[in-house]
């Protein structure tokens, strides 16, 4: 067990909806990053808050949005659902961001499946 | 062409065996991870290093930052083994991000 914890482990809804993903962080951790792994594309990275802030964007669509908040915990917005967006949704925290590199512990993911 | 490139994609070895997955990457990087997906999907970082040598167990990473090669070997290979390896290169300075592998499917046979 990471420490990280994600709802929910599994998500099903049609195309066109809008769903949230929650992530939280291991205690002490001030970075949150969300990672997709989908069939085609693999593992790539959506984006990364460090304590409640915007730190870096990744192959993040327009349909998806994110917070950190003042918590830690983060949420991943996805709008307008198609198809293409079922996959694997992780999220991933690291003590710091900045300077030095801190490794990063995975979630268990939450598999989003859009009918 | 992507930035990181594992080989071989498909691993069949026989319980025992000796195993190796390579990892090539085209970029700066600041550290790798060794990552670790059972069927289910979970991630597990098995190790981060950015240079030399690491073991846990029956598990060995090792780095060469000049050559810009990442290798993952597994002693005694078990089918508790059977995953699918992940490389990924820490890129960044400043605000890092990973890079992933396209990944490393491990079958170990009884």
């Known amino acids: 067990d990471s420490g990280v914890t994600q709802t929910p482990k599994h998500l099903i809804t049609a195309t066109g909806q809008r769903v949230t993903l929650r992530c939280s962080p291991r205690s002490g951790d001030l970075s949150v990053y969300w990672y997709q792994q989908s069939l085609d594309q693999g593992l790539q990275f959506l984006i990364q808050y460090y304590n409640g802030e915007e730190r870096a964007k990744g192959n993040i669509l327009e349909r998806f949005s994110a917070q950190q908040f003042p918590d830690l915990h983060s949420e991943l917005n996805l709008s307008s659902l198609e198809l293409g967006d079922s996959a694997l949704y992780f999220c991933?925290?690291?003590?710091?961001?900045?300077?030095?590199?801190?490794?990063?512990?995975f979630g268990p993911g939450t598999r989003l499946t859009v009918l | 062409k992507n930035e990181v490139e594992q080989s071989p994609q498909n691993l069949t070895a026989q319980e025992g065996e000796f195993i190796t997955i390579n990892c090539s990457y085209s970029v700066g990087i600041s550290a790798l991870h060794w990552l670790q997906q059972h069927p289910g999907g979970g991630i597990v970082s098995l190790f981060m290093?950015?240079?030399g040598k690491k073991k846990h167990g029956r598990l060995i990473a090792t780095i060469n930052i000049q050559e810009k090669h990442s290798s993952l070997h597994i002693t005694a290979s078990h089918p508790r083994d059977s995953a699918v390896y992940i490389c990924?290169?820490?890129?960044?300075?400043?605000?890092?991000?990973?890079?992933f592998g396209k990944g490393t499917k491990l079958s170990v046979i009884p």
């Open positions: 990924a290169a820490v890129t960044g300075a400043g605000s890092y991000q990973l890079t």
């Open positions: 290093l950015s240079s």
């Open positions: 991933a925290s690291s003590v710091g961001s900045g300077g030095a590199y801190y490794e990063q512990f």
